[in-house]
């Protein structure tokens, strides 16, 4: 168990486009009023078929992905 500040990454449904478990990013932005910036995504290139979901905060950010990835 790290200490870090990216949570509950093990509660983001594998990668709908090639099953495995998406990548998450936190950032600080200047353009969210949280400050901060939540990025799930792949590295299977999915993003580039919009497969990545961004909100400003994560539990927004892991309802986004989990939600599109029922769509199965
Ligand atoms: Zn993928």
């Known amino acids: ?16 486009f090639c099953g495995q478990q998406p990548r998450l990013t936190d950032r600080a932005s ?15 290139g999915g993003h580039k078929a919009n497969a990545h979901q961004i909100s400003e905060t994560f539990e927004e950010v892991r309802k986004r992905w989990n939600t599109r990835s029922e769509g199965e």
């Not at 168990?1 to 594998?14: A, N, Q």
């Not at 200047?30 to 299977?44: D, M, P, R």
């Open 30 to 44: 200047n353009h969210t009023a949280s400050g901060w910036l939540y990025i799930v995504s792949c590295c299977c």
């Open 1 to 16: 168990m790290g200490g870090g500040g990216v949570m509950g990454e093990d509660t983001l449904k594998p990668c709908p």
